[in-house]
Each structure stands twice: as structure tokens, then as C-alpha cells.
């Protein structure tokens, strides 16, 4: 069941982020049963984004305003030198992947969640804390301006330093309605998955002061991985494309789309192409001038964001974004 309680009182309770569209923050997050456990990594530019050594995550146990782990004092995870392409959604999950050596590891991560990943982190406690989060624990998306001296917050989930959610070891985390903390399953943050509003498009850099969780994030029930490596988001995408008229009115169904989508249009369509978002032409497909519908396949296209150019008479010609899962 989808939670879809927004306020406006919540739009303007705490949120401070990051020039709107310029930096990776986080999309998704499953706290799901055992160790089926997952992060979102969204890259909202028009350019790949090379992590290069310079984002780590960070987790924050049971309401402590220090790092969590036992490794150093804080126990941070690089994020490596993964490249995201623009207006990519980058997943990672849990490095529980084999039996547990003892009963405390838990079990290994389901199936289902192992296929969406593009990274595994953090295989034993030894290595770090980050990814064994549960409901009250914050999880901090950081980044070195300079090569690791400094670390700066670029994305904040959660509360750092909440004393509400000490006590709370597993058992629960935050919520929507005051005093935005509760037990088990009335906590949004524990035994769920959370996505980010499309309206969000820059993370969270000031820690949140109190955390409500239905400011920006939509809840899905527990065990759902089926929306992560897709993200919605706001944020404009640039094509390349040129001399845009988007005088016609035009709708993309299903959209995201898995095989095909349908358009529909208030005009005659001549031709409809596909872009990718660095402006190639992938798919074209002419039309009869009279017809306002057509169908186009998209089992050719990877994942991913792209533009959909229609043309119409009198060289009018309108663009719409397409989302393919």
C-alpha cells in the first residue's frame, strides 16, 4: 500500500538542500526483512558523474550523532570510482550473498534484490556499518572537496542525533505524523521501501530537525525492489534537440514503459523519433499525417531516460520525456 500523505506545513518544516539538479543524492531506500538491504543513488545532471573516490555513505545507529561501526571512530563506506550516467539510478545493496558463518549474520539477500544491484558493499561488520541500517538509523550521503580531509553532507536520511530513536534498535524508526518517531510497523523507515518524490531534486545538506518522512519520500511495503535502477525526478533533461514547438498536446502511456508505449496526440502525427539523452537517434517511425495515435516498441532500449520527439504539420514539433523499465 502506497502512503501518499504530503502537507504543506511538511514542504517547509526542514528541508535545506543542494542547488536543485546538481549532484548525486539518495532515491530509494529498502529496509526490508533480514538483509535484504538497499540504497538508491540518483544522478539528476545531464552529465555522467564519476565518484572518483570522493562519495562515501555513512550510517548513524540508534539515534547517535556519531558515525556507527567498529573499525575507526566513524566507520564510512567509499563508494569507489563507479561512473553514473546522467539521469541514472544507481543501486546498492547489501554484500550478504553466501550463508552466514554465524547466527547473527542473518540470512543471505534475496534473490530478487541481488538482481537489481549494480554494487555489493559492506560484507561483515569488520568492514562497515553502513549498509546494516534498520528504521532508526540515519543513513548520510557525503562527498571530499578535497581528495578526503574534508566531508561534506550532500544528502541526509533521517535525523542525525535523535534521541527519540534510542531504544529503538530494530524495532522501529520514523514516521509522518507527530512526534515522527513510533515502534515496528507504524515507523515508515523500518520494514519498508521509500522513493523519493519527483519533486525533489537536490538532497538534503542541513540535518533535519524534526525528520518527516512524508516530506519527500512515498512508502511501498516491505520486500518491493521492483521500482529501484528507475527514478523519477524533475529534473530537465537535455537532448540536443533543437528548434522545439510544443504547441500540441502529447501523452505517453504506460509511462514508464516495458515493451512498448502507446502515444496519443491532439494533431496528426508525421513522425515520431527516440532519443537517448546525449542526443543520438534511436528509434524512428513515420505516421500517416491523419492518425493522432501510435504505438512504438521499446525491447531495443536499455533502461534508462529518453526523449521522445513527435512531428506534426506546419513543422510543429513537441518533445516528452520517457522513462524505460
Excluded at 502506497?2 to 511538511?10: D, E, G, M, R
Excluded at 513515420?286 to 492518425?291: L, S, Y
Aim: net charge negative.
Amino acid at each position: 500500500m502506497k502512503k501518499l500523505l504530503l502537507s504543506v506545513f511538511a514542504l517547509g518544516a526542514y528541508i535545506t538542500v543542494n542547488a536543485q539538479c546538481s549532484d548525486l543524492f539518495i532515491s530509494e531506500y529498502v529496509e526490508g526483512t533480514g538483509n535484504n538491504k538497499a540504497i538508491e543513488i540518483y544522478n539528476p545532471t545531464n552529465s555522467a558523474i564519476n565518484m572518483n573516490n570522493m562519495y562515501r555513505l555513512i550510517r548513524y545507529s540508534n539515534g547517535q550523532s556519531e558515525a556507527a561501526g567498529n573499525v575507526t571512530p566513524n566507520a564510512p563506506i567509499s563508494l569507489g570510482t563507479h561512473v553514473i550516467g546522467p539521469h541514472v539510478a544507481w543501486v546498492i545493496v547489501l554484500d550478504r550473498l553466501t550463508p552466514p558463518v554465524q547466527s547473527v549474520d542473518g540470512p543471505i539477500v534475496d534473490a530478487a534484490l541481488q538482481a537489481k544491484a549494480d554494487t555489493f558493499l559492506c560484507p561483515t561488520y569488520s568492514v562497515s556499518y553502513a549498509m546494516y541500517f534498520n528504521g532508526n538509523d540515519a543513513e548520510c550521503l557525503q562527498k571530499t572537496p578535497d581528495g578526503g580531509t574534508t566531508w561534506n553532507d550532500v544528502d541526509i536520511f533521517g535525523m542525525i542525533g535523535d534521541a527519540n530513536m534510542v531504544g529503538l534498535d530494530g524495532t522501529g524508526g520514523w514516521t509522518n505524523v507527530f512526534p515522527y518517531y513510533a515502534s515496528y510497523e507504524s515507523a515508515w523507515t523500518y520494514n519498508h521501501t521509500l522513493i523519493r518524490h519527483a519533486n525533489v531534486m537536490g538532497g538534503v545538506s542541513v540535518n533535519p530537525n524534526p525528520f518527516i518522512v512524508s516530506t519527500q519520500w512515498d512508502s511501498l511495503v516491505v520486500n518491493t525492489f521492483d521500482s529501484l535502477k528507475t527514478h523519477h525526478c524533475n529534473c530537465p533533461v537535455s537532448s540536443g534537440i533543437n528548434e522545439i514547438d510544443n504547441s500540441v498536446s502529447v501523452q505517453l502511456y504506460p509511462n514508464p514503459a516495458n515493451g512498448y508505449f502507446t502515444l496519443t496526440s491532439t494533431e496528426g502525427i508525421i513522425k515520431t523519433e527516440v532519443y537517448n539523452i546525449i542526443g543520438e537517434l534511436l528509434i524512428s517511425k513515420e505516421g500517416n499525417k491523419t492518425d493522432k495515435k501510435m504505438v512504438m516498441e521499446t525491447s531495443t532500449l536499455s533502461n534508462g531516460i529518453y526523449i521522445v520527439k513527435t512531428m506534426f504539420d506546419k513543422n510543429k514539433t513537441t518533445t516528452v520525456k520517457l522513462t524505460v523499465q
